[in-house]
T-cell receptor, first 114, second 117 residues
Framework: NAGVTQTPKFQVLKTGQSMTLQCAQD?????MYWYRQDPGMGLRLIYY???????DKGEVPNGYNVSRLNKREFSLRLESAAPSQTSVYFC?????????????FGSGTQLSVL | AQTVTQSQPEMSVQEAETVTLSCTYD???????LFWYKQPPSRQMILVIR??????QNATENRFSVNFQKAAKSFSLKISDSQLGDAAMYFC??????????????FGTGTRLTIIP
């Protein structure tokens, strides 16, 4: 019952450093998502992948890139981290109607950019 | 674009009492889904309840129920017999029904619920 697994859980970066957040799901879901959560702003969609081989921008894509490596894995990359990217990042996946349209979330990554 | 508004940043309720969290949304679509998610201090996102717009009957899940007013574009969450474990951030979310295979959600800004013992 692993569900959606995100790594790392915590990360501190210096401005200008790069890093990749990893996400994997074991539920054979087609769709995967990356959200960021900031105080007072709820969760905002960064990028999503409706199926293996496709990715699309969400509401706040600037400063990020993604890769849908295969059906299981969807990574988020920060090429040159900025303090404005300090946030909690959530990966999610969904199986559509067979899961009642529910999103399954990972446990989040707390990222601080100094 | 759809928007979701939660106008109550914080709410509190006495244990065992009932509390209602408000949510309004804006859309031009006629068919969609609405959700309430709970986020406790553990940060985990937990689905509380979902409503399909074409269903007139309000969804219920044990102590949780919704008041779905489609014409008013309102989707409030009622928690009955509040328990200490209900303390969390609650997010209202919207999803179009027309993007098959793409279930991205638009979230509100959240309401922090405190339970007073």
């Amino acid at each position: 019952n692993a569900g959606v697994t995100q790594t790392p859980k915590f990360q501190v970066l210096k401005t200008g450093q790069s890093m990749t957040l990893q996400c994997a799901q074991d539920m054979n879901h087609n769709s995967m998502y990356w959200y960021r959560q900031d105080p007072g702003m709820g969760l905002r969609l960064i990028y999503y992948s409706a199926s293996e081989g496709t990715t699309d921008k969400g509401e706040v894509p600037n400063g990020y890139n993604v890769s849908r490596l295969n059906k299981r894995e969807f990574s988020l990359r920060l090429e040159s981290a900025a303090p404005s990217q300090t946030s909690v990042y959530f990966c999610a996946s969904s199986g559509g109607r067979r899961n009642n349209e529910k999103l399954f979330f990972g446990s989040g990554t707390q990222l601080s950019v100094l | 674009a759809q928007t979701v508004t939660q106008s109550q940043p914080e709410m509190s309720v006495q244990e065992a009492e009932t509390v209602t969290l408000s949510c309004t949304y804006d859309t031009s679509e006629s068919d969609y889904y609405l959700f309430w998610y709970k986020q406790p201090p553990s940060r985990q996102m937990i689905l509380v309840i979902r409503q399909e717009a074409y269903k007139q009957q309000n969804a219920t899940e044990n102590r949780f129920s919704v008041n779905f007013q489609k014409a008013a574009k309102s989707f409030s969450l009622k928690i009955s017999d509040s328990q200490l474990g209900d303390a969390a951030m609650y997010f209202c979310a919207y999803r179009t029904s027309f993007n098959f295979g793409n279930e991205k959600l638009t979230f509100g800004t959240g309401t922090r619920l405190t339970i007073i013992p």
